[in-house]
């Protein structure tokens, strides 16, 4: 994989697709790799667009440059980082989907970049309205247990332990049983080799409720932006998973009125990795989407 230097950290990404064409930035959630929207990823090039993936700070090829930066996990960073890799391309406009992180992100880069940001896809999570974290009730909070335990310092050190296990376990509940096979998590979960996820992952859910949770400054103006931001202008598709048992169906639901332009769609049957779950289907709706907003 080709790495685009930045301020912060080297990224590693795939580009694909006619290099003209209108460009889809495609942000992988966890814990998964950019591997994980291949088949997604075919399927846009062929139907003309510049297809952009990256693997996210601390996961497969992408590593900091200093030993001394925060390893700060936040949507924040994580658009940062891909407005840096568009400008490192080129692309002036493009459009982004996103699959859990990834999708956080998107929403962000919405808020932050509307002038360049065509049109969004989000897979399986739900828009946050000014990215505010609340504890979910409890029903909801439930799927949750492995956010909860990254609080605690037994957790951590259990994370830390056995960070491929952990991993795993979310892929293994998050689902329908038989949608993955050992051979496809042993090779997403290289990307999971790299030295600094376990401290990004940590960083990401630990910051949501813990104060004194390191965050970059360099990150801040983006913080704040979204903070202050009610409403979503770009044209948004989200796609939810019926059966994802991670983030059910009912935590996306009453969110339309956040955006100008919104779409939702639910997968029956379909989990928490709808682009590795029903890679057709998705490819249909984000291609009808990126045809009517992405060109």
């Not at 000014?130 to 504890?135: A, H, I, L, N, S």
């Not at 376990?169 to 790299?194: I, L, V």
């Not at 409403?231 to 639901?253: K, N």
Request: charged residues 20%.
């Amino acid at each position: 994989m080709p790495l685009l230097t930045t301020a912060a950290i080297d990224l590693a990404f795939t580009d694909t697709g006619p290099a003209g064409a209108p460009a889809v930035l495609l942000l992988h959630g966890w814990p998964d790799a950019a591997r994980g929207f291949s088949a997604v990823a075919a399927h846009l090039a062929g139907a003309g667009f510049r297809v952009v993936a990256p693997d996210l700070r601390g996961a497969g090829a992408s590593v900091f440059r200093s030993p001394g930066t925060v390893r700060d996990g936040t949507a924040a960073a994580l658009v940062r980082d891909a407005l840096d890799l568009a400008d490192g391309l080129g692309l002036r406009e493009f459009s982004v989907v996103g699959h859990d992180w990834g999708a956080r992100a998107a929403y962000q880069l919405a808020v932050v970049a509307p002038q360049r940001v065509r049109c969004a896809a989000a897979l399986a999570l739900a828009h946050q309205p000014r990215g505010q974290f609340t504890v979910p009730r409890f029903e909801l909070a439930r799927p949750f247990w492995y956010q909860w335990l990254m609080f605690l310092d037994a957790g951590v050190a259990a994370v830390r332990a056995d960070p491929v296990g952990f991993a795993r376990e979310q892929w293994a509940t998050w689902s329908p049983p038989g949608w993955w096979d050992e051979a496809e998590f042993a090779a997403t979960a290289r990307a999971f080799a790299n030295p600094d996820w376990t401290d990004v992952t940590l960083n990401a859910y630990r910051t949501r409720f813990l104060p004194d949770e390191p965050r970059d400054p360099r990150y801040d103006d983006v913080r704040a932006r979204v903070a202050a931001t009610a409403r979503i202008g770009v044209p948004t598709l989200m796609v939810q998973g019926g059966a994802d048992a991670c983030d059910p169906p009912a935590s996306s639901e009453g969110l339309e009125g956040s955006f100008d332009s919104y779409r939702r769609v639910v997968l029956d049957g379909v989990g928490h990795f709808p682009h590795r779950e029903a890679p057709q289907e998705v490819s249909r709706l984000l291609l009808q989407h990126l045809d009517a907003h992405g060109r």
